[in-house]
């Protein structure tokens, strides 16, 4: 796999993520921050777009933020496996560290938190 190609947008304060330049996706909100872009027959991600992207690499004076995979609750069972099983795997680990928050003993709420990333200047 070649390097991810990152293109920021001052404006809008966007972070856009591609695996894979060029090819059709379908966009999968995993928070009101991350699209997530798959190739849904090939269960291969595309792509990400980390909507005010400021905000969300900024770490907090306690650490870095995290956030709850609120999008996952209107997927399919099976689509919301496959995306929880591609953030544990390379290239979306490398970017987003999955987790869990767990307030009770048999409740489980999947977070994720942005890793910090190696952008080059002319990206941002």
Same mark, same amino acid.
């Given at each position: 796999?070649?390097?991810?190609?990152?293109?920021?947008?001052?404006?809008?304060? !966007?972070?856009?993520?591609?695996?894979? *330049?060029?090819?059709? @996706?379908?966009?999968? =909100?995993?928070?009101? /921050?991350?699209? %997530? &872009?798959?190739?849904?027959?090939?269960?291969?991600?595309?792509?990400?777009?980390?909507?005010?992207?400021?905000?969300?690499?900024?770490?907090?004076?306690?650490?870095?933020?995290?956030?709850?995979? !609120?999008?996952?609750?209107?997927?399919? *069972?099976?689509?919301? @496996?496959?995306?929880? =099983?591609?953030?544990? /795997?390379?290239? %979306? &680990?490398?970017?987003?560290?999955?987790?869990?928050?767990?307030?009770?003993?048999?409740?489980?709420?999947?977070?994720?938190?942005?890793?910090?990333?190696?952008?080059?200047?002319?990206?941002?």
């Amino acid at each position: 796999m070649t390097e991810p190609v990152l293109s920021y947008d001052e404006v809008s304060d !966007t972070l856009s993520i591609s695996f894979a *330049p060029g090819e059709a @996706a379908t966009g999968i =909100e995993l928070t009101d /921050h991350i699209l %997530l &872009r798959v190739n849904i027959r090939e269960r291969r991600a595309i792509g990400l777009t980390l909507l005010d992207y400021s905000l969300i690499a900024h770490t907090t004076e306690i650490g870095p933020r995290s956030f709850p995979l !609120t999008g996952l609750d209107q997927l399919s *069972p099976e689509l919301r @496996a496959m995306v929880l =099983e591609m953030l544990l /795997h390379p290239p %979306l &680990r490398d970017i987003l560290s999955l987790s869990a928050y767990t307030p009770s003993p048999g409740e489980a709420i999947p977070i994720i938190l942005l890793q910090p990333l190696a952008v080059e200047a002319s990206a941002l």
